[in-house]
């Protein structure tokens, strides 16, 4: 969410950005800000020279009675009276416009980084750098359904049965596999100097509307019936929301925190739930990182994240790519964002597997996210995430990557602990 202040000084450019964004639509919401925002000062200050009023007029009711002037005091009285209601009147309008600034406010996109490629979609997405060769071996490499079928380490029939599309039973050595990649990239990330977390996994409507857009929320979030929680689409969620009406002190920053949960999303507007395939599924598990900063450090510490995704694909031996979301591709929150891709060996292509995102003070401002300077000023903090892993979407890229010409799946050295010494399964 935008500040008030640069939609009243710096409309234009705020308009600029919403059109960089190709979200014409939402121009005239900027003048319509400007306008509720004018009418509810106004309404702020007649309430306020109410007040001032009323407080005069009550001292002098006091005075009158102090001089036995009570026909004169009822006067004054009725008049204190009347101006209770008018002002009443005021605070409720003032109330219904910052309701509808708010609503308002909530869809204007943040102000986008200057660096951002500009582009309608993902389609215009822009390739950064590779890491790693892409190898296409002699053997045929199968659906990742079928290499862990093959592997008894899957059963999606069984899923459907209890569950539906979107479901899936990981099995055996597969499964493991699963828990051994997270495990490793929990270590990874303590390594790194995360703090590790297991967060909740339900938060209140507050904290979504905090953290992410409308659009998002409709299309990810499950709601738990009759109660105000939802299920996190991401660990992201609860980590931002720990923070929630907080004053961090300067000195404490950066807070860097790395978080384990299972993830459930709706996808609704997705492309389909496949069937056999678990690369667009309801429910996955994932290892997050957060981190929240000065703002004049999250630039330095956006280029850190996603770098810290990388390294982790290539010590398990997968080439990786980064491609820089163009405007259009940005959720409304984001200042910048960046994918990491997977080399797919089946499909000869790359494949999303985490997203790195810095999204300024949006986030901030919405939760109330704020730190204490040394000199004692008060500031919005600057929000980031970005992925460490989230299988079963990495397995695919494991799996494709690390199959062997008899059919066995080559364990990294790294995995090697979580897996029991084991250099091979199948």
């Known amino acids: 969410m935008l500040d008030i202040n640069l939609v009243r000084t710096n409309p234009e450019l705020v308009r600029e950005n919403i059109r960089k964004k190709f979200q014409d639509q939402k121009l005239p919401m900027v003048d319509e800000v400007i306008a509720l925002d004018k009418a509810n000062r ?31 005091a009822e006067k004054v009285k009725a008049q204190v009276n009347a101006m209770a209601d008018e002002l009443a009147a005021l605070e409720k309008k003032e109330e219904e416009y910052k309701e509808e600034i ?62 539906g599309n979107g479901f899936y039973y990981l099995m055996g050595d597969v499964a493991r596999l699963h828990s051994a990649i997270l495990s490793y990239a929990r ?74 949960s299972p993830c459930f999303r709706k996808e609704v507007g997705a492309h389909g739930i496949e069937e056999r395939g678990v690369y667009r599924i309801h429910q996955f598990e994932k290892q997050e990182m957060i981190v929240v900063c000065k703002p004049e450090e999250s630039m330095h ?43 797919s060996p089946r499909q000869k292509k790359y494949f999303e597997v985490g997203s790195c995102s810095n999204l300024g003070d949006a986030q901030a401002r919405r939760l109330q996210i704020r730190v204490k300077g040394t000199d004692g000023r008060k500031y919005l903090a600057h929000t980031l995430n970005n992925t460490v892993v989230a299988p079963p979407r990495m397995l695919i890229a494991y799996l494709e990557n690390n199959l062997l010409s008899d059919g066995r799946i080559a364990i990294a050295k790294p995995l090697r602990m979580y897996m029991g010494g084991k250099e091979f399964i199948g």
């Open 102 to 163: 708010r609503k308002r406010m909530l869809v204007i996109p943040n102000i986008i980084d200057d660096s951002v490629p500009i582009g309608k979609d993902d389609s215009e997405n822009v390739e950064i750098e590779r890491f790693g060769d892409p190898v296409v071996p002699e053997w045929e490499i199968p659906y990742h359904v079928d290499i862990m079928e093959r592997l008894n380490g899957i059963d999606l029939d069984s899923a459907r049965k209890t569950s």
């Open 187 to 260: 270590d990874f990330m303590i390594d790194k100097g995360f703090t590790y977390c297991v967060p909740p996994f339900m938060i209140h409507g507050s904290v979504v509307t905090g953290v992410m857009s409308f659009a998002e929320m409709e299309n990810m979030m499950y709601k738990i019936e009759g109660e105000d929680l939802y299920l996190i689409g991401t660990s992201e969620h609860s980590m931002i929301g720990k923070f929630i009406d907080t004053i961090l002190d300067e000195e404490t920053l950066p807070r860097t925190l790395t978080s384990y």
């Open 301 to 343: 510490w956006f280029e850190k994240l996603w770098q810290f995704t990388v390294e982790l694909f290539r010590n398990m031996d997968i080439p990786v790519r980064t491609l820089e979301c163009c405007s259009g591709d940005l959720a409304d929150l984001k200042v910048k964002s960046l994918d990491v891709e997977a080399w």
């Open 42 to 72: 106004e309404a702020m200050q007649q309430a306020d020279a109410l007040r001032n009023q009323r407080k005069v007029l009550s001292k002098q009711i006091g005075a009158l009675m102090g001089k036995g002037q009570k026909e004169e």
